[in-house]
């Protein structure tokens, strides 16, 4: 069951540059009059969609709880947040004390969630034994619950790296929805340094009916980095990306691309960490039976 919200949030992938938004969104009793949708295209468009990380978190939360149905959030949050103060209805004003300790708890909290998504020992969270690469769900399960038991570190592993979730992106539905894994370390277990090149092999038949990309993030922020590209990817939509004789693709990250591999080639940032995730859409059954599997990013001497 899908709580009532006060606000909805759809984001649709743009692959099809001439077709146009048309999907509607309105209250039932407005469906024999609905008035003009605004659908806004945020290709090439910069804004920040990052939850704060200090003592003003909980103000977010507090804004959100005030704006949203009561029963939007389930009893048992609201019971959380009610004791630290943050009650629909009634204003978030915490005293010196309480504002000190918030603000060790977002410290204390957002560095526990690094580790846990960067360094999780969970082996359900590794699909691939003695490979340093993640799934984005344990298990595949959407609701991070194996067997019916609550995975908060699961959780917290999808929800610190991304928002929104969809049975799509985690069940096995054969070139349908979509699949992903990410990595931060190298094939040698160090982390990427972005001062330095690597290379990743992607073998022959990626098994992605639709379209597959390599995009690279931020670990401070978990969105794109931001450098000199204005889309830090690469994938078979990218304009002249090579593929080799076999049908395989090569990946280059690195703060300057190998000569002849610009098309290929990711740039980071010296100085500064990056992790990447592999997209697959349309994904087909070589990835969930794993007879396809990614190379490691390997470091180039």
Do not use: C
Request: no cysteine; glycine share 8%; charged share 20%.
């Amino acid at each position: 069951e899908i709580p009532s919200t006060s606000r909805q949030v759809a984001s649709l992938p743009g692959q099809h540059p001439h077709r146009q938004a048309r999907e509607p969104a309105n209250p039932l009793n407005m469906a024999s009059y609905p008035p003009a949708m605004n659908f806004v295209n945020a290709s090439g468009k910069s804004y920040n969609t990052q939850m704060n990380n200090d003592f003003t978190f909980f103000n977010q939360i507090a804004e959100v709880v005030h704006e949203e149905p009561l029963e939007a959030i389930d009893p048992e949050t609201r019971g959380l947040l009610a004791a630290i103060g943050i009650r629909k209805d009634k204003p978030f004003e915490p005293d010196a004390r309480m504002t000190q300790i918030l603000t060790d708890a977002a410290s204390v909290g957002n560095a526990t969630a690094r580790v846990i998504v960067f360094d999780t020992r969970d082996q359900n969270n590794y699909p691939y034994p003695g490979s340093m690469w993640k799934a984005g769900f344990a298990g595949n399960d959407p609701e991070m619950s194996p067997g019916g038991v609550l995975d908060v570190d699961s959780r917290i592993i999808y929800y610190y790296n991304a928002w929104g979730v969809t049975p799509a992106m985690s069940l096995k539905m054969i070139g349908k929805g979509s699949q992903y894994a990410y990595t931060e370390h190298d094939a040698d277990g160090n982390y990427l340094d972005g001062g330095k090149t690597y290379t990743l092999h992607l073998p022959p038949n990626i098994p992605a009916k639709d379209f597959w990309s390599v995009i690279v993030y931020d670990p401070q922020t978990r969105s794109m980095l931001q450098t000199d590209q204005q889309f830090p990817s690469a994938g078979n939509q990218r304009k002249g990306i090579l593929v080799n004789q076999d049908g395989s693709v090569d990946v280059y990250f690195g703060p300057a691309p190998p000569p002849g591999k610009e098309s290929n080639w990711i740039q980071t940032i010296p100085g500064k960490g990056w992790y990447t995730m592999l997209r697959l859409y349309g994904p087909l059954e070589s990835w969930f039976d794993k007879t396809w599997k990614p190379g490691e990013i390997e470091l180039v001497n």
